[in-house]
């Protein structure tokens, strides 16, 4: 069973505090509302790894139609003063694009991440799947912070 949630509220703020060396490590992308560079990614997986003041991603994927696994190199910003959640993912430089850690439960099973204009959302798990009934929980919450949910691709795992 899952521990509490860390924050949730129907808005789409960002989590206070976030323990970051429990937030690095594997993260398989489940479903997403998907920015115009990963539209057509499918069985996306991302590799989180702390370094001083932001985290280096390392992201496999496979287009859709495609089998051979693609990769690509990104880093994710957080700053002082900011809640935790509030970062910026930048993969191309000097662009960065909002990521905003909405939901996240104590044990760091899954993560929310959601934009400051609801444009973009991932659900996120440590394992490939997820219980349907916490899923179908999750996106209802998203629905409630104003995201499109009717929008949400599967990932394909």
Same mark, same amino acid.
């Given at each position: %069973?899952?521990?509490?949630?860390?924050?949730?509220?129907?808005?789409?703020?960002?989590?206070?505090?976030?323990?970051?060396?429990?937030?690095?490590?594997?993260?398989?992308?489940?479903?997403?509302?998907?920015?115009?560079?990963?539209?057509?990614?499918?069985?996306?997986?991302?590799?989180?790894?702390?370094?001083?003041?932001?985290?280096?991603?390392?992201?496999?994927?496979?287009?859709? #139609?495609?089998?051979?696994?693609?990769?690509?190199?990104?880093?994710?910003?957080?700053?002082? #003063?900011?809640?935790? #959640?509030?970062?910026?993912?930048?993969?191309?430089?000097?662009?960065?694009?909002?990521?905003?850690?909405?939901?996240?439960?104590?044990?760091?099973?899954?993560?929310?991440?959601?934009?400051?204009?609801?444009?973009?959302?991932?659900? %996120?798990?440590?394992?490939?799947?997820?219980?349907?009934?916490?899923?179908?929980?999750?996106?209802?919450?998203?629905?409630?912070?104003?995201?499109?949910?009717?929008?949400?691709?599967?990932?394909?795992?």
């Amino acid at each position: %069973m899952h521990k509490s949630i860390s924050s949730f509220d129907s808005e789409n703020k960002a989590i206070a505090k976030i323990n970051f060396k429990k937030f690095q490590g594997k993260w398989y992308s489940l479903t997403s509302i998907p920015t115009a560079l990963d539209k057509k990614w499918r069985k996306t997986v991302e590799n989180y790894t702390l370094k001083e003041g932001y985290f280096e991603v390392f992201t496999t994927y496979y287009k859709t #139609g495609n089998t051979e696994e693609k990769s690509i190199k990104s880093k994710l910003f957080f700053y002082d #003063g900011l809640p935790d #959640g509030e970062m910026k993912a930048q993969f191309l430089w000097p662009f960065k694009i909002g990521y905003r850690v909405i939901e996240l439960p104590d044990d760091y099973s899954y993560v929310v991440i959601g934009h400051p204009d609801k444009k973009y959302l991932f659900i %996120m798990a440590r394992k490939p799947e997820i219980d349907k009934k916490l899923m179908s929980a999750i996106v209802d919450r998203c629905k409630q912070k104003g995201y499109e949910v009717d929008k949400l691709v599967s990932q394909e795992h």
